[in-house]
């Protein structure tokens, strides 16, 4: 379990992941980032190629966000302020979609250089933003030309180097080249090895990808032209999560999204010790014991035993916390996540072996804020990706779930609007007036006009594409947990960090503002 070295956490403070910093174990050779994994399993059947979910917020989980997470291997939960019909479409899209583990996956538009004049620095530069390291090389007429093949640490010197020059190159016997450059023409490349025609049937392509262990291959007409690149899907099956309410009407939306393949239901409150969440876990296990239910959100180990007790598969915990979330600020309820991680843990590994369910970390993770501005009539907040937050969390918990962090990504659903050069995408909170739902917080129409809003609406900046930024932030994750903590995995990670709290002088070197 993870360990606070000072025995006990201080009674009576709130506590946040900021104040924490993970403390350095023995690493052995077998240890280190390329052998750690992050695969975690939640439910039977639900298993995340990485431990993170994008947030039941409309301004992140949308169709466009829900199908690349599933895709990647990781699992976005549909928002239940959306109408019925549209959370159930949303998941139905997606799941007609799923590609299964083994089978090939088919790219129609690929990201491609059409441009011999292009730099080894401009493919590079392609993957930084798209996160596909195999890139087909073309030319006006998108005949291809070669593949190139993304790899760490390409040197300087190679960089500013043209595809034509670097093509001719490979050619000539350039052995580094040749590991991230192949060349590619009709005479001398190999069907069902190089490439494969449109005309193939599908299931030879996937006989012979198979057989011969390919991975990535392109597909071609007669006279050369790309039309698509063909993949192995490595990963389980797309995953996909829907959340719903506590209040009338919650079995409809449950109904549809199960006719549609939802593979995990949340319920989603801001607070979820009352009555009405005890009773719909329990209806909804009498009814569905199979489907996984995830139940939140909490901040004590209380919380979390009462959740469990009363049927719950998973459970979510934070409030107060989130970037978009003001509960705490305009209501007061809330706790700081790190001291409900905590508390949370602890009363988990007091439980019987039988009784622990997986929990998961909502609010406030992923991101960290750099600063703040105007722009045109907006308030925008600018955020860099934060590896370190999510570290710290999976200190103790199986996965967490992100909202700020997925919302600064292309793949979500709000407007991008541009000032001064620089791109940022809107932001809403659940419970700001423009994406509240009633139902969560269980407020009548009677009062909506005294209604305190629990959300902000603002902008936040945009910083590229889901896929690169899943790799990245899984490259920094396993470095950590394997090269500085000594873990191979998640579970042994948890079992063996160890942390501190911060001084508030040494909170302050460490660069947190």
Known sequence: ???????????????????????????????????????????????????????????????DMTLECAKNGIMAVVPRSLAIEE????????????????????????????????????????????????IPIG????????????????????????????????????????????????????????????????????????????????????DGALTELAFIHEYHGYVVGAAIHT???????????????????????????????????????????????????????????ELVEAGADLVKYGMGSGGACITSVRRGPGRGILKASDDIWNTKEKMDKDHQRPIIADGGIGVRLIKMIKAGGYEARVYEHNPASILKALGFADAVMMGTAFNMLMEAPGKTLEFHGKK????????????????????????????VEEGVYDLVSLEGRLKPYLEKTALNIAMTIGNNVGARDLKEYREIMTYELLSPTAWRKTGVE
């Open 87 to 134: 959370q159930s479409e949303i998941v139905k899209r997606t799941k007609e979609q799923e590609v299964k583990e083994g089978e090939i996956e088919f790219n129609t538009d690929p990201v491609m250089i059409k441009d011999l004049r292009k730099t080894i620095r401009d493919a590079v530069e392609l993957y930084n933003e798209y996160g596909h390291s195999n």
């Open 247 to 305: 209040y009338p009407g919650w079995e409809e939306r449950v109904k549809k999204l199960i006719d549609v393949e939802t593979d995990m239901i949340f319920i989603d409150t801001s607070d979820a010790r009352s009555r009405f969440q005890l009773d719909v876990i329990s209806e909804f296990k009498k009814k569905y014991p199979e489907i996984p239910l995830c139940a939140g959100n909490i901040v004590s180990g209380e919380g979390y035993k």
């Open 1 to 63: 379990m993870p360990k606070f070295l000072g025995g006990e956490l201080p009674k009576g403070i709130s506590y946040d992941l900021d104040d924490m910093i993970i403390i350095p174990g023995f690493t052995e050779k077998d240890a280190t980032y390329e052998n750690v994994k992050l695969e975690t399993e939640l439910a039977p059947n639900v298993i995340l190629r990485y431990p993170f979910m994008a947030a039941a917020m409309s301004c992140v989980s949308g169709h």
């Open 139 to 222: 030319d006006d007429f998108r005949c291809l030309k070669g593949m190139f093949k993304y790899q760490e640490g390409i040197p300087g010197a190679f960089l500013d180097m043209d595809l034509e020059t670097a093509l001719e190159n490979v050619k000539k016997g350039n052995n580094y080249l040749g590991e991230i450059i192949k060349p590619f023409d009709l005479k001398s490349s190999r069907h069902g090895i190089d490439y494969f025609l449109d005309t193939d049937s599908k299931e030879d392509l996937s006989k012979e990808m198979d057989e011969k262990k390919i991975k990535v291959i392109p597909i071609i007409k007669k």
């Open 424 to 451: 940022y995408k809107e932001r809403w909170g659940e419970g700001s007036l423009k994406g509240i739902s009633m139902a969560r917080y269980g407020i009548g129409e009677s009062v909506k006009r005294a209604l």
